[in-house]
């Protein structure tokens, strides 16, 4: 158990380092020097050069690419450009109202989308089979653009049921009055990809030659279900939420930004517009780190809930 | 006479297939008595499996229709008119079944004792401690041993053996008047397939048990099955007691199934195949002579392996290594013209093996001294081919028959023309027994015999002095597999190649060998001249291996 | 399978029977016409035969859709513009893109604010936007970007993705492991994530960098899949039958395994095609996409999106009830093409 966990641990490592080094090349060789973009565009050469050597990239690209590594390990990315706020300060308020609006998303999600595979495993090749995996599809194919500048228009500027756009201080009015109309809107394109790919986990295993077994035995058809299908079936639905986990760490980009909720996701759009580095740097080596460690615990957690595989 | 326990009646049944339905029973009507072992013995097509499916209630309804006249009488009930609810409650209860390959049959993430308990709970409606009692006791029952630590392992802790014990005593637990029993035996090996067997015949004395036993090999129920039903293509051929059949059989595709099958006793020239005896059903085959098979003091060595061995590395721990050995220190010869034959169960290591003689994997130590003949060809393709089990998976299915034949001259023949190639491929094709009008077909038109014929053609191509045959006859049924035999005897005798045959089969490893070397966990247990090995086998696990092979019906 | 094909002169290849699978699916023909149609609008309107003048301002100013035609909301919709994009400004939904048109629009007024003399329609098929160009033009022209995007991106990605996990599952080793770093490199960065990345970086809007982004990062997929379609084939007994005969790497990797990969490849090429043409309208209507005179199914809806408040829902329409149309088609086109190629059907 530990052996493996170590050994995750290791090779973590060179996949860090590749991201660490795909920011880097990306930022300070393709980008250009960003200090043409801090000074403006009636920059003189002094000032320039000033610039230059506050962000250390006069310096040759080992000193730069250390100084970056610096950053990463200790946290601190510096100042955005264009607000001068901290990137910390930015990433830790900026992360509860991505949470507030992610979290019940996802668990929603999760829920109903579970339901819904099973409730088509169980009906498979039926008319509610296949009419739930054309509206799927359907609904699928629809732009998160159309849901939401429809659903906006329709449910908070027509019919005034919710509000247009905005975020509170408070949390429960944020979740009851802000959050409400975002969520479902996210929910209409999320669920069918979830559905139709928790169909294919719980077909797999219903065709296994154990739940033949467990029909000879007599057990009825929702013990089946449930107690041998389901308890397989959750092998890869619960690794594959895990792995999904870092999502919410970059907030929903579209959601936020319509709906002026003050997220993650809303900053990294407003920091692209404005080509604010650092922003962009941060979360991009910070996601991917949390990334790495979501499929580290999605591993755990498969080889813990599946006996065959043994933690060596 | 009582009434039977069970009674078949024109079953027919229906696999829908869009807007047509093809049939898959016609007319299938035998009994089973209280407490009789029936045997439903067929090839791969038969609907053996199915008849099995339709009594447990067990195939899917939207896909399959069963005729209307079709009874299948238990007791008072017609199962086929019974619903989906009443079926259930006869399953397990009244009727157990276990099937072809434990491994997959049991719940992978539930263990042993959760699926035994699952069972006993629904059928004897007994609390958890007794329920756990019964279950335990159940488990010492099929021969587990030290059920206690058992009961909390998981399937694939178990060995294929004792997987299969559990699962026939999960059938048992509701004390069913009727165990069916679908190939129980097919995925294990001799000697474990041959205690499967005692098992189920002690529990049958000692419960008053039916057995319905479904099986490929009609070989192996002559010790213990009462009654036969020969199936073939979805018809019944013949029904009648085991003595019968096995003494008297009246129909030629049953005398057929006995025949093809080489035995320990025999060596004919040529094995009998099921269309000869299907065109002459009056009168028998005429006795072939018999061929004789050994090294003598003539044949020249052609190949002789030295202290080889495989070793595949195994992670363990933080950083450390184990090693695994496939194979240790093998050593053999071969001779020109000769077959050396390899035996061995699973795990032995000898597909390892014939994959390293071949080529494909390379030696981790040892080495081969050729015959000086050879020295011209070693290290091409022209030394050494092989025939591998699967014949679905050896022919590439993108390419057609020509294009898997001429590939071998293409790439060692640059010099011939297209014409040339063509005309070799039909020479080829017709060496093997097919028409040169397949040659523009895809594999998968043809059936796994002929695909296998295909595999061999294309290995002549290169005119090999060595083939190796990786239970090359395996996966085919016997009918089938006579035909293949006769054909690589046919071109040992026409070509003098020398012949690697490796299978877990030892009748049709003495059939086919001159000699015969039996492995066991990578090592070799014992060489010798294949009559002498089989009659007097001089090590314990060679005796047990011989022992446990089904020897039809005895008086 | 039923054998009705027994004369020796023909034989169907696995291809010939995909493609009799793929033709008994109604649903599956029509979303393929549906597709087919699609990128016929799009060659078309490529090459210059069709949406050609779909600058031109031929009618009023959001003149309604023809079906529309009352002559009260004619005088509406004639009085509308001026007001409206004052409403716009008012309104002040974020819009990236508002700066730059006032830019033009003050520079030179004329061209986008006609005088109302002049003839103009005052209805079109599917109406008209801002400046009165047709609607259902700027649909076909939209579409154009959107699907060479899609296609072409699509196709650099499975591309990469093919040859990079072909080497990495027949090879093995380290092989194996330098390329699937690179896959953990690339996946650990959530996917959006990236491509905003890189778009703020080169901070250069033309087609040609959009199809570079999204084909350099959309290949994992690919990859992932063929890497394992070639580490289970190269065990396959066929190919180790082409090495006992001495067939080469090369020709055991592309003549051997490749075609058997191919429903794999096809049906990934399918799926990227709609992930990228979802990902294209994200981008250009958060305007990190096509630059601003270039016409696309994101920049449509970013119009519209101001539009919709005022009522004028017909942009919207078109240019999201084409991509719906055309993801939809696709998406079963994939489903279809999954079940027909899957070699299991045969075998």
Sequence with gaps: MWAFFIRRLLQMIPTLLGV????????????????????GKMASPEDIANIRHQLGIDQPWYSQLWIFIQQIVSGNFGDSWATHESVSHIFATRLGPSLVLLIPMMVIETVSAVCFALLVSVFRRSILDQSLMVLSTVMMSISLLVYIIVGQYIFASWLGWFPVKGWGDSLWRNLTYYAPLPIFLGLMVSIAPSLRLYRTFILDEINQDYVRTARAKGLTESRVLFKHVLKNAAIPILTNLLMSLPGLLTGAFLLERFFAIPGIGREIILAVERSDFPIIKAATVYVAIATMFANLAADLLYRYLDPRVSLK | ?????????????????????????NDISFDIEKGQTLALVGESGSGKSVTALAIMGLLPEDLVSIDEHSTINWHDQNLTQLSRQQHRQLRGKKIGMIFQDPMSSLNPVMTVGEQLMEGITLHLSLGYKEARLRALELLSEVGIPEPNRRFDAYPHELSGGQQQRVMIAMAICGEPQLLIADEPTTALDVTIQRQILELIKQLT??????????????ALVGEFADKVVVMRHGSIREVGITRTIFKDAQDPYTRALLLCRPSLAHRPFHLPVVEELLAAPHHGIEPQRERVRGIGAMDQVLMSVKGVSKRFPVTQGLFSRTYFDAVKDVSCTLYRGKTLGIVGESGSGKTTLGLMLAGIIPMTQGHIDYHQDLHNVIGTAQLIQIIFQNPYASLNPRFTIFQIIEEPLLLHFPDMTRQQRKQEVERLVGLVGLSSTMLSRYPHEFSGGQRQRIAIARCLALKPHILVCDESVSALDVSVQAQVLNLLQDLQDQFKISLIFISHDLSVVRYMSDEIMVMHQGRVVETGQSDHVIQSPQMPYTQNLISAIPKGYLL | MNHTTTSPSFSPSLWNLACARLVRDKIGMLSLGIVLFFILLSVGSFTGLIAQNWDEEIAVNYAPPSFLDTSK??????????????????????????????????????????PNDEKKLTHLLLGADKWGRSV????????????????????VATCIGTVLGALAGYFGGWVDDLLNWFYNVFTAIPYLLLIFAIAAVLNQKGVTTII?????????????LIRAEYLKHRQREYVLAAKAMGASHYRRMFIHILPNTFHVILVQLSINVVGFIKSEVILSFLGFGVPVDVVSWGSMLNEAQNELVLGIWWQLLGAGAAMAILVTAFSVLTDTLRDALDPKVVA
């Design chain 1, 20 to 39: 660490i080094l795909l920011v880097f090349f990306l930022f300070n060789w393709v980008g250009g020097d960003p200090a043409y973009i801090l000074a």
């Design chain 2, 1 to 25: 006479m009582n009434k039977p326990l069970l009674s078949v009646q024109h079953l027919s049944l229906f696999f829908k297939q869009g807007d047509t339905s093809k049939q898959v029973l």
């Design chain 2, 205 to 218: 004395n000692e419960r008053h048990m039916a057995v319905l036993f479904i099986t490929h090999d009609l």
């Design chain 3, 73 to 114: 909301e004619h005088t509406d919709t004639v009085s509308r513009p001026v007001i409206a994009r004052q409403q716009i400004n008012l309104y002040g939904l974020h819009d990236p893109l508002s700066a730059v048109l006032n830019q033009i629009e003050l520079a030179h007024p004329q061209d986008t604010m006609p």
């Design chain 3, 136 to 155: 259902a033009l700027k649909t076909i022209k939209g579409s154009e970007t959107s699907i060479m995007v899609g296609l072409i991106a699509a196709i």
């Design chain 3, 212 to 224: 570079l982004i999204l084909g350099l990062t959309g290949w994992t997929g690919v990859f992932r």
